[in-house]
């Protein structure tokens, strides 16, 4: 019913196709019944492989992607609480991918690897493929731990990596603490910062100061595996090009910062360190050309993700359990 085929020598993602057009209707409802027929053996392949790539299935819209993320998961779809992008909710449970401008790439991380409680599993789907780049650069976190010097991972597994951010309360720069918490309760926001032991202030501006120290790899519950998983690089500064951080200091202290990153004892990053994470990412990032009704579905403590610049339109939903 259907074949399986990966992208050249990489083994991510292990992509699912229908062995010919006229065995499957191209629908939500299709993909359905063919992962609940064959799911141990779905289920298997995406611990091994990390990431599976349903192709030829019209999973194009909010409703179709809604539906197969809730069946495959078997649970309710999570809200985007204590994210860092921006985005914009579509429908309960399904989100617009980061709204940052086309120019910008977005460097690999595990969603929410910052926070308390992450989504196990992450499904994209391609509503309007874009005309040129746009990627979802997707890598093996297992492989990426391995590349990273050892020097350097055993430094962040000694520390852990302390997050911190600066949210404010409806002007200025960033994201405001009511679009994080999707709420304008402050008690709701409490509760969860203290359920998670995350340290937070109300500031006299009506803004919220954020700070929570957490492990740099984690094991994945299913296989045992160790993984790289944290966004240190991403919180810190220098992921921002030299002129809009010099621009944005130019304005902000760096303890007023949106986010930043420091060891888990609060002192400063090495920023070779971090240099040397992201030329490893690099190394290691995987690139497939988006198609229009493509469902990407990735094992968020396996494989982390990101986004490639892109001209044209290009419209990627995303949905979490």
């Given at each position: 019913?259907?074949?399986?085929?990966?992208?050249?020598?990489?083994?991510?993602?292990?992509?699912?196709?229908?062995?010919?057009?006229?065995?499957?209707?191209?629908?939500?409802?299709?993909?359905?019944?063919?992962?609940?027929?064959?799911?141990?053996?779905?289920?298997?392949?995406?611990?091994?492989?990390?990431?599976?790539?349903?192709?030829?299935?019209?999973?194009?819209?909010?409703?179709?992607?809604?539906?197969?993320?809730?069946?495959?998961?078997?649970?309710?779809?999570?809200?985007?609480?204590?994210?860092?992008?921006?985005?914009?909710?579509?429908?309960?449970?399904?989100?617009?991918?980061?709204?940052?401008?086309p120019a910008y790439f977005i460097s690999l991380h595990n969603e929410l690897s910052y926070t308390h409680k992450w989504p196990s599993r992450i499904f994209f789907c391609c509503v309007t493929a874009p005309q040129?780049?746009?990627?979802?650069?997707?890598?093996?976190?297992?492989?990426?731990?391995?590349?990273?010097?050892?020097?350097?991972?055993?430094?962040?597994?000694?520390?852990?990596?302390?997050?911190?951010?600066?949210?404010?309360?409806?002007?200025?720069?960033?994201?405001?603490?009511?679009?994080?918490?999707?709420?304008?309760?402050?008690?709701?926001?409490?509760?969860?910062?203290?359920?998670?032991?995350?340290?937070?202030?109300?500031?006299?501006?009506?803004?919220?100061?954020?700070?929570?120290?957490?492990?740099?790899?984690?094991?994945?519950?299913?296989?045992?595996?160790?993984?790289?998983?944290?966004?240190?690089?991403?919180?810190?500064?220098?992921?921002?090009?030299?002129?809009?951080?010099?621009?944005?200091?130019?304005?902000?202290?760096?303890?007023?910062?949106?986010?930043?990153?420091?060891?888990?004892?609060?002192?400063?990053?090495?920023?070779?360190?971090?240099?040397?994470?992201?030329?490893?990412?690099?190394?290691?990032?995987?690139?497939?050309?988006?198609?229009?009704?493509?469902?990407?579905?990735?094992?968020?403590?396996?494989?982390?993700?990101?986004?490639?610049?892109?001209?044209?339109?290009?419209?990627?939903?995303?949905?979490?359990?």
């Open positions: 019913m259907f074949k399986t085929n990966v992208f050249g020598q990489a083994s991510l993602p292990l992509v699912i196709e229908p062995k010919s057009a006229d065995e499957v209707t191209p629908d939500a409802e299709s993909l359905i019944s063919l992962y609940a027929e064959h799911k141990s053996f779905l289920d298997q392949k995406l611990l091994e492989h990390g990431g599976l790539l349903f192709r030829g299935f019209s999973i194009n819209s909010p409703e179709a992607l809604e539906k197969f993320a809730r069946a495959a998961s078997e649970v309710q779809l999570l809200s985007y609480i204590d994210g860092t992008s921006p985005r914009t909710r579509v429908k309960r449970g399904v989100y617009t991918s980061t709204e940052y401008p040129e780049g746009g990627e979802t650069p997707i890598v093996d976190s297992r492989a990426l731990l391995k590349s990273i010097p050892a020097d350097v991972v055993d430094q962040f597994r000694q520390k852990g990596v302390k997050y911190v951010r600066n949210l404010h309360a409806g002007r200025g720069l960033g994201l405001s603490w009511q679009s994080v918490f999707e709420t304008d309760d402050k008690a709701v926001v409490e509760e969860y910062c203290r359920e998670g032991g995350v340290e937070f202030k109300w500031k006299e501006d009506g803004g919220l100061w954020l700070s929570q120290v957490r492990p740099a790899t984690a094991m994945h519950p299913l296989t045992g595996e160790e993984v790289w998983f944290n966004q240190a690089d991403q919180f810190h500064p220098t992921e921002m090009d030299e002129q809009t951080r010099r621009a944005v200091l130019s304005i902000i202290k760096e303890d007023g910062l949106p986010k930043n990153a420091y060891f888990g004892d609060g002192t400063p990053l090495d920023v070779t360190m971090l240099d040397q994470i992201r030329s490893a990412t690099r190394t290691q990032m995987i690139l497939f050309p988006w198609r229009t009704g493509d469902l990407l579905m990735v094992d968020n403590v396996l494989v982390a993700h990101g986004r490639m610049p892109f001209t044209g339109p290009r419209q990627i939903l995303v949905a979490m359990s």
